[in-house]
Every structure is written in structure tokens, then in C-alpha cells.
């Protein structure tokens, strides 16, 4: 399969940036999601990168390097409710199968 | 308002019942997908659909199959439930692009196999 490593908890303070790291492997590859799941509740979609750079989406910016099978969530200015989980989904193939990494915990504290 | 529906928010079975989780989108998404979920391994893919009665495996389809009569409609079976399969069960629906390919989601059927 295709193995995607990212970290399993982080934790920051509220107004606070942080990054969310996440490495897939490049076989086959097409573009990479990010998605944002609260407690209980589905993934919501937050970004799509295809070409490498960075795509900046309000407080939410992802970049990705489709060489080095690399990417990153940043979250700025941090509030309360940024606390959720964040799937990092790289596609893969003719019908852009998504295969999600277990996801980062994210507790933001004031 | 785009929308994935899952026709069971809860669910508690037997060992050995016969499961159906049904699931609808109203976006004529020609791809459908159901994944589940569980503490530390992520959402894993179990089937996917790209189009009306075809169907693939995904990573592990062992104990599932799947019906897609009609493009809005994605069933997933159990055909003798184990305790195992206890999770929560996502529905997702997509387009066909390579180029955007955002994934939909369901709320999520939560089965629990007792």
C-alpha cells in the first residue's frame, strides 16, 4: 500500500501557527487533500494540491513537493475550534483513489 | 444544499445478522467510495464505485460487498457480521476528475456487532 507517515498528536496555543506535516509515497501519485475532521463528526474538505508550491486558503495554507512525496497543513492565527483532527489523503490512479494517514490529533489550549 | 446520506446514524447487530448500510448523494457524483474508521488506523477503503454496477475493491473488502443499481445509490453488505466490523462506516461520493476528485462525506454509521 501506500504508506503515509504524519504525526499522531500535536498541540498549540491559541493565536499560535502551526504545521502539520505529512509523507506518502510518489508511485502513481496525483495530487494530495487535506481534510478536517472534528470529533464525531465527517472529514470536511480544506485543500487540493496538485503542482508543487504552496496554495494559501485564508488561515490555512498546504504545500507539497510531488519530488520528495512531501506535504504540509499550516494553521494560523489558531482558535479554539481548530482543535480536530487533520487527514492528509494523497490519490493515487486512473480514478484518484485516496488512501487517508491516520490522521494528527490537534489541541489547541488558550 | 450537495448531500451524502447514510441511512443509519446507529446500529447495533448480531453476530451472524446480514447488515445494509445504505447510502445516497443528490450531486451525480459518478464515483462512490465506502471507507472505515478506527482509533489509530484511519479511514481505510473497504469498496469503491465508478459507475453503476461496477464496483473495485479497495484494501479491505474481506467480509463486504457492494451494490450499485442506480448512480446515487452505493449499498454496503455484511453478509454475517462479526464483532470485528465493529467501526463507523463512511460513505463518500466524488467526481470523475482527476483534477479536483474532492471526496463528500456522509455523517457516518456507527455499527456495533455484538
Known amino acids: 500500500g501506500q504508506n503515509i507517515d504524519q504525526p499522531t498528536e500535536m498541540t498549540a496555543t491559541e493565536g499560535a501557527i502551526v504545521q502539520i506535516n505529512c509523507t506518502y509515497q510518489?508511485?502513481?501519485?496525483?495530487?494530495l487533500f487535506w481534510y478536517q475532521q472534528h470529533a464525531g463528526e465527517a472529514p470536511t474538505f480544506l485543500s487540493y494540491n496538485v503542482l508543487d508550491g504552496l496554495e494559501e486558503k485564508g488561515r490555512f495554507s498546504s504545500f507539497l513537493s510531488r519530488s520528495k512525496g512531501y506535504s504540509y497543513l499550516l494553521l494560523k492565527e489558531l482558535q479554539m475550534k481548530d482543535s480536530a483532527s487533520y487527514l492528509c489523503a494523497p490519490g493515487y490512479g486512473g480514478y484518484n483513489k485516496l488512501i487517508f494517514g491516520a490522521g494528527t490529533r490537534l489541541a489547541v489550549h488558550p | 444544499d450537495v448531500k451524502v446520506t447514510q441511512s443509519s446514524r446507529y446500529l447495533v447487530k448480531r453476530t451472524g445478522e446480514k447488515v445494509f448500510l445504505e447510502c445516497v448523494q443528490d450531486?451525480?457524483?459518478?464515483?462512490m467510495f465506502w471507507y472505515r474508521q478506527d482509533p489509530g488506523l484511519g479511514l481505510r477503503l473497504i469498496y469503491f464505485s465508478y459507475d453503476v454496477k461496477m464496483k473495485e475493491k479497495g484494501d479491505i473488502p474481506e467480509g463486504y460487498s457492494v451494490s450499485r443499481e442506480k448512480k446515487e445509490r452505493f449499498s454496503l453488505i455484511l453478509e454475517s457480521a462479526s464483532t470485528n466490523q465493529t467501526s463507523m462506516y463512511l460513505c463518500?461520493?466524488?467526481?470523475?476528475?482527476?483534477?479536483?476528485?474532492?471526496?463528500?462525506f456522509g455523517e457516518g454509521s456507527r455499527l456495533t456487532v455484538l
Open positions: 463518500a461520493s466524488s467526481r470523475r476528475d482527476l483534477n479536483t476528485g474532492e471526496l463528500f
Open positions: 450531486m451525480d457524483h459518478e464515483n
Open positions: 510518489t508511485s502513481g501519485f496525483n495530487g
